[in-house]
């Protein structure tokens, strides 16, 4: 199977403009590039989807560069939005950068000699030219009917007009694709389906100033069986960098993925065989309560992004949450990302502790405190894993994991944290 059969198999193929002249093409070693722009200060699960795919073609041997938009970044894509964008600082963008320049470099081989990875700033380029430069060389030759038909375009006209600076954006891209046809013979641009029209103006933009040819190629967006938007959660977007979303959290996330969607997300995201894929299909129809596919899908892209050493940290903290594992060896980092996303309540260490009772009141998990107490009663209380027997029982500051986390649980699933501030 060549590489866009694997690409179609796995849902990754939404529209090329000559297919069977791109499969020839691929024949032989081709050098293509993904933008990604720094409109926050962190990737997110969504930008997964193409970036992966731009590793697939460097594990098929061809050299992959990812562009990281300095100047894009400063304007703003009007693609899927019916406002403005707000135009961060240069030195905020700057910043996001170079964030998004390391974040992308993990994901590609930069060790190989034939085709190892480039990571490039559309900002070294763009920056030395003159505004009249840019209007005489580049913008003379975009046909403002056809830039005006574009969707994103369209749309916002629609939706109450579209400033300059963002109907500039197509052109700004355009003219990435230019260069690096120009510094790298760059023959591809890979691109979320929304991006379509901005990747076709490029290559029109090479054939007019370059007498060149080159190819398109976009991928589906990804959205869930259910309808929601993909890499959304009631906390916000699921973010590639520990400090916004914790590996624990990401790991939950995908270990909880809609059994409808689970083997689409092993296709789009995983690196397994179709026969590893198939078999876990299989296993997912037989005994889906043993979640074999969903957990498959957690450890790898939790190693991917994270490294297999975080993974089997945050397996072996949900393992000890509901009493499968020593609660006291975990390290603070790991134990606060578990937690993060409980309920939960504080306490001062100046103030006298209160009792398991109360704590699981607060913490909201209960409706009141006499509900509480019949939990104790029953014997449903745990404290770190053990089991409280006293209605009076309060913790001690010794029983706070790393000095500064309780962990309070409710029969075998309901949880709750205190922390000790």
């Not at 003379?140 to 969707?151: E, G, T, Y």
């Not at 590996?247 to 995908?254: D, K, V």
């Not at 309920?343 to 913490?363: E, F, G, H, Q, Y």
Request: with cysteine; net charge negative; charged share 25%.
């Amino acid at each position: 199977m060549n590489l866009l059969e694997d690409l179609r198999w796995r849902g990754l193929l939404a529209q090329s403009t000559d297919e069977a002249a791109l499969l020839e093409s691929l024949k032989k070693p081709i050098t293509l590039y993904v933008g990604f722009d720094p409109t926050a200060p962190s990737l997110h699960v969504g930008n997964l989807v193409v970036l992966l795919v731009l590793r697939r073609f460097q594990l098929a041997g061809h050299t992959p560069i990812a562009l990281v938009g300095g100047a894009t970044g400063l304007v703003g894509d009007p693609s899927g939005k019916n406002e403005e964008r707000t135009l961060n600082s240069t030195e905020i963008v700057e910043g996001w950068v170079n964030r998004i320049r390391t974040q992308v470099s993990a994901f590609l081989d930069f060790s190989e000699a034939k085709n190892k990875a480039i990571v490039v700033n559309n900002l070294d380029w763009t920056s030395p030219l003159s505004a009249i430069e840019f209007l005489r060389d580049i913008g003379k030759h975009f046909s403002v009917n056809q830039m005006l038909s574009k969707d994103s375009v369209s749309t916002r006209l629609e939706a109450g007009g579209i400033s300059y600076t963002e109907f500039s954006y197509q052109v700004l891209q355009s003219y990435d694709f230019l260069e690096l046809y120009r510094r790298n013979n760059c023959t591809l641009q890979l691109g979320g389906s929304d991006q379509w029209g901005n990747i076709v103006a490029g290559l029109d933009l090479i054939r007019r100033v370059e007498q060149g040819s080159g190819h398109a190629l976009t991928v589906p967006l990804l959205t869930k069986a259910d309808g929601t938007k993909f890499g959304k959660t009631a906390g916000g977007s699921v973010w590639l960098d520990p400090a916004m979303t914790s590996p624990y959290a990401f790991f939950q996330y995908w270990l909880n993925t809609d059994d409808k969607d689970v083997i689409n997300f092993l296709k789009v995201f995983s690196f397994k065989s179709h026969e590893e894929i198939a078999a876990l299909e299989n296993a997912h129809k037989e005994n889906p309560g043993l979640r074999e596919a969903h957990r498959a899908l957690a450890r790898e892209l939790t190693a991917l992004v994270h490294s297999q050493a975080t993974t089997d940290r945050v397996e072996a903290a949900a393992k000890a949450l509901f009493g499968q594992g020593d609660l006291t060896e975990l390290d603070e980092e790991t134990l606060a990302g578990a937690l993060a996303e409980l309920p939960r309540t504080t306490v001062s260490k100046n103030d006298a502790i209160p009792t398991w009772v109360d704590l699981l009141a607060a913490t909201g998990v209960v409706d009141s405190k006499s509900a509480a107490r019949r939990i104790v009663k029953e014997g449903g209380a745990y404290l770190n894993n053990e089991k409280i027997s006293g209605e009076d029982f309060a913790p001690q500051k010794s029983d706070f994991l790393c000095g500064k986390y309780a962990v309070l649980r409710k029969g075998k699933r309901d949880l709750a944290a205190v922390e000790l501030i």
